[in-house]
Protein backbone atom coordinates (compact mmCIF):
# COMPACT_ATOMS: atom_id res chain seq x y z
CA UNK A 1 0.00 0.00 0.00
CA UNK A 2 1.20 3.46 -0.63
CA UNK A 3 2.06 5.43 2.21
CA UNK A 4 5.02 6.87 4.15
CA UNK A 5 7.81 3.79 3.86
CA UNK A 6 7.61 1.54 7.04
CA UNK A 7 11.50 1.66 8.35
CA UNK A 8 10.93 5.54 8.84
CA UNK A 9 8.22 3.68 12.06
CA UNK A 10 11.14 2.17 13.61
CA UNK A 11 15.17 1.93 13.80
CA UNK A 12 15.20 -1.18 11.70
CA UNK A 13 17.77 -2.20 8.82
CA UNK A 14 16.57 -0.38 6.28
CA UNK A 15 17.03 2.69 8.45
CA UNK A 16 19.99 1.48 9.85
CA UNK A 17 21.76 0.81 6.20
CA UNK A 18 20.00 4.69 5.14
CA UNK A 19 21.63 6.20 8.41
CA UNK A 20 24.76 7.60 6.67
CA UNK A 21 22.97 9.14 3.57
CA UNK A 22 20.86 10.80 6.47
CA UNK A 23 23.79 12.38 8.36
CA UNK A 24 24.75 13.87 5.12
CA UNK A 25 21.79 15.38 4.71
CA UNK A 26 21.17 16.45 8.21
CA UNK A 27 24.55 18.37 8.15
CA UNK A 28 23.66 20.44 4.88
CA UNK A 29 20.37 21.56 6.98
CA UNK A 30 21.98 22.46 9.65
CA UNK A 31 24.40 24.38 8.23
CA UNK A 32 22.06 26.10 5.58
CA UNK A 33 19.73 27.23 8.63
CA UNK A 34 23.16 28.51 10.55
CA UNK A 35 24.11 30.35 7.55
CA UNK A 36 20.75 31.99 6.99
CA UNK A 37 20.73 32.99 10.77
CA UNK A 38 23.76 34.63 10.63
CA UNK A 39 23.22 36.62 7.51
CA UNK A 40 25.35 35.15 5.03
CA UNK A 41 21.98 33.80 3.26
CA UNK A 42 19.73 36.55 2.29
CA UNK A 43 15.96 36.26 4.26
CA UNK A 44 13.50 38.89 2.50
CA UNK A 45 11.29 40.32 5.25
CA UNK A 46 7.64 41.49 4.59
CA UNK A 47 5.80 44.12 5.24
CA UNK A 48 2.94 42.07 6.30
CA UNK A 49 2.91 39.49 8.44
CA UNK A 50 3.80 35.97 7.77
CA UNK A 51 2.09 32.62 9.29
CA UNK A 52 4.18 29.47 8.27
CA UNK A 53 2.01 25.81 8.78
CA UNK A 54 4.23 23.20 8.18
CA UNK A 55 5.80 20.47 10.23
CA UNK A 56 9.43 18.59 10.69
CA UNK A 57 8.39 15.53 8.86
CA UNK A 58 7.97 14.28 5.51
CA UNK A 59 4.35 13.58 4.04
CA UNK A 60 1.09 14.59 4.45
CA UNK A 61 0.22 15.44 8.50
CA UNK A 62 -2.92 17.55 7.72
CA UNK A 63 -1.28 20.86 6.68
CA UNK A 64 -3.39 21.73 4.20
CA UNK A 65 -6.98 21.52 5.96
CA UNK A 66 -5.18 23.46 8.97
CA UNK A 67 -4.18 26.25 6.55
CA UNK A 68 -7.89 26.54 4.98
CA UNK A 69 -9.06 26.38 8.88
CA UNK A 70 -6.68 29.03 9.49
CA UNK A 71 -7.82 31.20 6.88
CA UNK A 72 -11.28 31.74 7.74
CA UNK A 73 -10.60 32.39 11.20
CA UNK A 74 -8.01 35.47 10.15
CA UNK A 75 -11.14 36.89 7.89
CA UNK A 76 -13.66 36.53 10.68
CA UNK A 77 -11.27 38.24 12.51
CA UNK A 78 -11.46 41.18 10.17
CA UNK A 79 -8.33 39.94 8.49
CA UNK A 80 -7.10 40.12 4.37
CA UNK A 81 -5.02 37.06 4.72
CA UNK A 82 -3.53 35.60 1.70
CA UNK A 83 -1.87 32.11 0.90
CA UNK A 84 1.36 31.02 -0.70
CA UNK A 85 2.16 27.66 -1.40
CA UNK A 86 5.35 25.81 -3.37
CA UNK A 87 2.96 24.17 -5.72
CA UNK A 88 4.55 20.87 -5.93
CA UNK A 89 3.46 18.41 -8.10
CA UNK A 90 2.76 21.49 -10.33
CA UNK A 91 4.96 22.41 -13.95
CA UNK A 92 4.93 26.11 -13.13
CA UNK A 93 8.62 27.34 -12.61
CA UNK A 94 7.68 31.34 -12.00
CA UNK A 95 5.77 32.62 -9.72
CA UNK A 96 1.55 32.68 -11.20
CA UNK A 97 -1.68 33.23 -9.13
CA UNK A 98 -3.55 30.64 -8.19
CA UNK A 99 -7.37 30.49 -9.10
CA UNK A 100 -10.27 27.58 -8.49
CA UNK A 101 -10.56 27.14 -12.32
CA UNK A 102 -6.16 26.88 -12.52
CA UNK A 103 -5.09 23.62 -14.03
CA UNK A 104 -3.74 21.63 -10.73
CA UNK A 105 -0.88 20.56 -13.34
CA UNK A 106 0.27 23.42 -13.39
CA UNK A 107 -0.15 24.79 -9.73
CA UNK A 108 -0.31 21.84 -8.14
CA UNK A 109 -3.07 20.08 -6.48
CA UNK A 110 -3.21 21.76 -2.60
CA UNK A 111 -2.92 25.65 -4.02
CA UNK A 112 -6.10 25.00 -6.38
CA UNK A 113 -7.76 23.46 -3.57
CA UNK A 114 -6.98 26.13 -1.17
CA UNK A 115 -8.08 28.61 -3.97
CA UNK A 116 -11.35 26.69 -4.41
CA UNK A 117 -12.07 26.40 -0.57
CA UNK A 118 -10.30 29.86 0.98
CA UNK A 119 -12.18 32.73 -1.49
CA UNK A 120 -8.63 35.07 -0.93
CA UNK A 121 -5.63 35.34 -2.65
CA UNK A 122 -2.97 32.10 -3.74
CA UNK A 123 -0.22 32.46 -5.00
CA UNK A 124 2.74 29.64 -5.66
CA UNK A 125 6.34 29.56 -6.74
CA UNK A 126 9.66 27.79 -6.60
CA UNK A 127 10.92 30.51 -4.12
CA UNK A 128 7.66 31.52 -1.82
CA UNK A 129 9.61 34.56 -0.60
CA UNK A 130 9.28 35.89 -4.34
CA UNK A 131 5.65 34.40 -4.77
CA UNK A 132 5.05 36.58 -1.76
CA UNK A 133 6.12 39.67 -3.04
CA UNK A 134 4.04 39.15 -5.92
CA UNK A 135 0.56 38.42 -4.48
CA UNK A 136 1.19 41.29 -2.20
CA UNK A 137 2.14 43.87 -5.07
CA UNK A 138 -1.17 42.15 -7.07
CA UNK A 139 -3.29 42.29 -3.69
CA UNK A 140 -2.00 45.13 -1.68
CA UNK A 141 -5.19 44.93 0.11
CA UNK A 142 -3.71 41.64 1.68
CA UNK A 143 -2.45 42.25 5.74
CA UNK A 144 -0.82 38.35 6.26
CA UNK A 145 0.83 35.84 4.61
CA UNK A 146 -0.44 32.32 5.67
CA UNK A 147 2.34 29.89 4.16
CA UNK A 148 1.57 26.45 3.36
CA UNK A 149 4.33 24.48 4.17
CA UNK A 150 7.75 26.15 4.13
CA UNK A 151 9.09 25.29 7.87
CA UNK A 152 12.51 24.81 5.84
CA UNK A 153 12.14 27.69 3.47
CA UNK A 154 14.08 29.85 5.62
CA UNK A 155 14.23 32.93 2.60
CA UNK A 156 11.76 34.20 3.84
CA UNK A 157 11.05 35.54 7.56
CA UNK A 158 8.03 35.04 9.54
CA UNK A 159 6.38 35.84 12.78
CA UNK A 160 4.75 32.83 13.61
CA UNK A 161 5.77 29.51 12.71
CA UNK A 162 3.04 26.52 13.77
CA UNK A 163 4.14 22.39 13.59
CA UNK A 164 1.47 20.52 12.47
CA UNK A 165 1.63 16.39 13.72
CA UNK A 166 -0.13 13.85 13.25
CA UNK A 167 -0.63 10.31 15.11
CA UNK A 168 3.04 9.23 14.07
CA UNK A 169 5.22 12.05 15.83
CA UNK A 170 8.48 12.18 14.70
CA UNK A 171 8.37 8.68 13.87
CA UNK A 172 11.96 6.66 14.59
CA UNK A 173 13.44 10.26 15.39
CA UNK A 174 16.12 10.11 12.60
CA UNK A 175 16.76 12.44 9.42
CA UNK A 176 15.73 11.65 5.92
CA UNK A 177 15.85 9.52 4.05
CA UNK A 178 16.81 6.84 6.98
CA UNK A 179 13.50 8.46 8.76
CA UNK A 180 10.82 11.09 8.24
CA UNK A 181 12.79 13.85 9.86
CA UNK A 182 13.10 16.97 7.90
CA UNK A 183 15.29 18.78 10.66
CA UNK A 184 16.44 17.75 13.85
CA UNK A 185 13.54 17.11 17.16
CA UNK A 186 15.26 20.11 18.61
CA UNK A 187 13.56 22.31 15.96
CA UNK A 188 9.75 21.88 17.75
CA UNK A 189 11.25 23.83 20.52
CA UNK A 190 11.63 26.92 18.26
CA UNK A 191 8.17 26.87 16.87
CA UNK A 192 5.48 28.96 19.02
CA UNK A 193 2.87 26.40 18.25
CA UNK A 194 2.45 22.66 17.54
CA UNK A 195 -0.85 20.78 16.50
CA UNK A 196 -1.42 16.85 16.99
CA UNK A 197 -3.82 15.50 14.11
CA UNK A 198 -5.52 11.95 15.24
CA UNK A 199 -4.17 11.75 19.18
CA UNK A 200 -5.85 13.57 22.38
CA UNK A 201 -2.03 13.55 24.20
CA UNK A 202 0.92 15.50 22.78
CA UNK A 203 3.86 13.13 22.58
CA UNK A 204 6.37 16.27 22.37
CA UNK A 205 6.57 18.43 25.38
CA UNK A 206 5.76 22.15 24.00
CA UNK A 207 4.40 24.77 25.88
CA UNK A 208 1.52 25.37 23.10
CA UNK A 209 0.53 22.11 21.90
CA UNK A 210 -3.09 21.70 20.71
CA UNK A 211 -5.07 18.65 19.55
CA UNK A 212 -6.91 19.30 16.57
CA UNK A 213 -9.28 16.71 14.26
CA UNK A 214 -10.19 16.61 10.79
CA UNK A 215 -14.19 16.06 10.22
CA UNK A 216 -16.20 15.66 7.64
CA UNK A 217 -19.38 13.48 7.02
CA UNK A 218 -20.50 15.19 3.44
CA UNK A 219 -19.79 13.80 -0.13
CA UNK A 220 -19.73 16.21 -2.86
CA UNK A 221 -20.34 15.33 -6.43
CA UNK A 222 -17.73 15.40 -8.72
CA UNK A 223 -17.75 17.56 -12.49
CA UNK A 224 -19.88 20.30 -11.51
CA UNK A 225 -23.55 21.07 -9.95
CA UNK A 226 -24.26 21.03 -6.02
CA UNK A 227 -25.24 17.14 -5.15
CA UNK A 228 -23.98 16.39 -1.79
CA UNK A 229 -24.59 13.40 -0.49
CA UNK A 230 -24.04 12.03 3.22
CA UNK A 231 -22.14 8.36 4.15
CA UNK A 232 -25.92 6.73 4.54
CA UNK A 233 -26.37 7.21 0.46
CA UNK A 234 -23.80 4.70 -0.17
CA UNK A 235 -25.04 1.46 2.43
CA UNK A 236 -25.83 -1.44 0.40
CA UNK A 237 -23.69 -0.05 -2.80
CA UNK A 238 -20.77 -1.09 -3.96
CA UNK A 239 -17.76 1.70 -3.23
CA UNK A 240 -14.69 2.15 -4.92
CA UNK A 241 -12.35 4.59 -3.15
CA UNK A 242 -9.11 6.23 -4.50
CA UNK A 243 -6.40 8.36 -2.27
CA UNK A 244 -3.46 10.07 -3.85
CA UNK A 245 -2.00 11.86 -0.51
CA UNK A 246 0.50 11.14 1.67
CA UNK A 247 -0.92 8.72 3.87
CA UNK A 248 -4.32 7.11 2.08
CA UNK A 249 -4.26 4.98 5.05
CA UNK A 250 -6.34 7.42 6.82
CA UNK A 251 -8.70 8.56 4.15
CA UNK A 252 -9.48 4.78 3.88
CA UNK A 253 -10.06 4.59 7.70
CA UNK A 254 -12.06 7.81 7.50
CA UNK A 255 -14.55 5.65 5.18
CA UNK A 256 -14.88 2.80 7.52
CA UNK A 257 -15.64 5.05 10.32
CA UNK A 258 -18.23 6.54 9.04
CA UNK A 259 -19.55 2.88 7.85
CA UNK A 260 -18.50 2.78 4.17
CA UNK A 261 -16.55 -0.49 3.07
CA UNK A 262 -14.58 0.49 -0.25
CA UNK A 263 -12.68 -1.07 -2.46
CA UNK A 264 -9.38 0.79 -2.07
CA UNK A 265 -6.65 1.94 -4.21
CA UNK A 266 -3.85 4.05 -3.30
CA UNK A 267 -1.39 6.07 -5.34
CA UNK A 268 1.77 8.06 -4.56
CA UNK A 269 0.82 11.75 -3.11
CA UNK A 270 -0.01 14.59 -5.94
CA UNK A 271 -0.43 11.44 -8.07
CA UNK A 272 -1.67 13.29 -11.42
CA UNK A 273 -4.78 11.21 -11.54
CA UNK A 274 -5.92 9.81 -15.74
CA UNK A 275 -9.21 8.64 -16.25
CA UNK A 276 -7.92 4.60 -15.95
CA UNK A 277 -7.37 5.47 -12.31
CA UNK A 278 -10.93 5.75 -11.49
CA UNK A 279 -12.11 2.52 -13.61
CA UNK A 280 -13.61 -0.48 -10.76
CA UNK A 281 -15.36 -3.22 -12.45
CA UNK A 282 -19.22 -2.97 -10.98
CA UNK A 283 -18.54 -0.06 -8.65
CA UNK A 284 -21.59 1.76 -7.62
CA UNK A 285 -19.61 4.49 -6.31
CA UNK A 286 -15.81 6.47 -6.38
CA UNK A 287 -14.91 8.54 -3.77
CA UNK A 288 -11.79 10.24 -3.06
CA UNK A 289 -10.59 13.36 -0.76
CA UNK A 290 -10.50 16.44 -1.93
CA UNK A 291 -7.22 17.22 -2.60
CA UNK A 292 -7.44 14.38 -5.53
CA UNK A 293 -10.79 15.38 -6.86
CA UNK A 294 -9.02 18.86 -7.81
CA UNK A 295 -7.32 16.59 -10.80
CA UNK A 296 -10.20 14.85 -11.40
CA UNK A 297 -13.58 17.14 -12.24
CA UNK A 298 -12.29 17.17 -15.88
CA UNK A 299 -13.01 13.63 -16.62
CA UNK A 300 -15.08 12.33 -13.42
CA UNK A 301 -17.58 10.47 -14.30
CA UNK A 302 -21.25 11.28 -12.14
CA UNK A 303 -20.62 8.29 -9.67
CA UNK A 304 -17.43 10.00 -8.15
CA UNK A 305 -17.54 11.99 -4.95
CA UNK A 306 -15.34 13.71 -2.66
CA UNK A 307 -15.08 13.76 1.09
CA UNK A 308 -15.50 17.38 2.26
CA UNK A 309 -12.93 17.78 5.51
CA UNK A 310 -12.51 20.41 7.92
CA UNK A 311 -9.95 21.14 10.69
CA UNK A 312 -11.40 21.63 13.92
CA UNK A 313 -9.10 23.97 15.59
CA UNK A 314 -9.27 24.76 19.54
CA UNK A 315 -10.45 28.10 20.83
CA UNK A 316 -7.38 28.60 22.71
CA UNK A 317 -5.43 27.93 20.00
CA UNK A 318 -7.19 30.54 17.40
CA UNK A 319 -7.01 32.89 20.65
CA UNK A 320 -3.50 32.34 21.38
CA UNK A 321 -2.77 33.12 17.39
CA UNK A 322 -4.52 35.84 16.94
CA UNK A 323 -3.49 37.42 20.27
CA UNK A 324 0.14 37.25 18.75
CA UNK A 325 -0.93 38.33 15.68
CA UNK A 326 -2.71 41.45 16.84
CA UNK A 327 0.46 44.01 17.21
CA UNK A 328 1.78 42.99 13.78
CA UNK A 329 -0.19 45.39 11.30
CA UNK A 330 1.13 46.39 7.87
CA UNK A 331 4.20 48.76 8.16
Known amino acids: MTGPPRHWTRRGIVAWALLPVSLIFLAVSVVRRVLYRVGLLPQTRLRVPVVVVGNLVAGGTGKTPVV ?173 AVAGIGNPQRFFANLLALGIEADCRAFPDHHRFAKEDLVFAGAEAILMTEKDAVKCGSFALPDCWALRVNAELPPAFIAGVLERLDGRKIA
Not at 121 to 148: F, K, Q, S
Not at 188 to 212: C, E, K, M, T, Y
Request: hydrophobic letters at 45%; a negative charge.
Open 68 to 240: IALVAVLQAAGRKPGVVSRGFGGAATSPMGVTPATDPAVAGDEPVLIAQRCGCPVWIGRRRAEAAAALIATHPECDIIVCDDGMQHYAIARELEIAVFDERGIGNGWPLPAGPLRELPSRIGGVDFVLFHGINDSPIAHPRAFSFALAGSEFHALGGGSRVAAATDFAGKRVA
